[in-house]
């Protein structure tokens, strides 16, 4: 099963990372939960959003002490969602940190926000770098994805500190599969429907930087999840764990929702 563990068995905790298609970024947070605790790292493999549904669920059930608690970044955040509605059996409690909005009306507005936040130049680079992940050749739109990732971390960030130690698989060919089905899950409300079904506790931990509007996942989940909580994280962008002035804070508020 593709996964990393970090710490001790039992591991009683998973962190999911986002993308599609960005395996590893979640490295730092596992280590440094892991020192309380054993903690799994799941890799998304899989091209369609069911086979990763699957495919986390199989790695949960061979490796994790169930149930687990997940924490889903990004993406994750859904996945993780996702995986709960399906298989409540495998989930204690669900973390989702800087998660993607659940309705459509909120998602217009990350672009935009993102863009205002480029020099000229980076915009001028950001549309190159579009043109090849649109028509490129297949061996050079994985460079122009992790370079677009790069890019568009330096916008979603506050007051970042070097991120040392994180090596992120950067798989385009994942992303082009796997985005286009949760972007329509989300624009159908399908999204939202399934997470109202989620039994389990949820928690909500978001950067008031994020360029994904934070109101995107208070208010729709608020409305329809029975036990959810919402934290905000001032001087915060979309990774709490990069960021100077929240990192501590971050921290402190996760592990204690681990307890």
Known sequence: M??????????????????????????????????????????QTACSVEA????????????ASLPAILVGFSWGAWLSCLLAERNPQCVRKLILVSSGPFEERY?????????????QRQR???DELMVILNKGRAEDR?????????????????????????????????????????????????????????????????????PHPAEG?????????????FIQLESCGHKPWIERQAREAFYYILKEELR
């Open 124 to 126: 001028a680079e950001a």
């Open 52 to 63: 990763q549904i699957e495919e986390l669920r199989d790695t949960l059930q061979a490796q």
């Open 142 to 210: 994985n460079s122009a994805f992790a370079r677009f990732g790069a890019l568009f971390s330096r916008t979603d960030a506050f007051d970042p500190l070097p991120e040392e130690g994180t090596s992120v698989d950067f798989r385009e060919d994942i992303f082009q599969s796997v985005w286009p089905q949760a972007d329509r899950l989300r624009s159908s409300g399908e999204l939202l429907r399934l997470a109202g079904r989620i039994k389990c506790p949820v928690v909500a931990i978001h950067g008031e930087h994020d």
């Open 217 to 229: 996942v208070n208010k729709p989940l608020t409305a329809v999840v029975q036990d959810f909580r």
């Open 107 to 119: 998602a217009v507005r990350i672009m935009d926000t993102r863009l205002k936040r480029l020099d």
């Open 2 to 43: 593709p996964a990393r563990t970090y710490g001790d068995a039992p591991y009683s905790v998973a962190v999911i990372h986002g993308g599609p298609g960005a395996a590893g970024e979640m490295s730092a947070v596992a280590r440094e939960l892991s020192g309380e605790r054993g903690v799994l790292e799941p890799l």
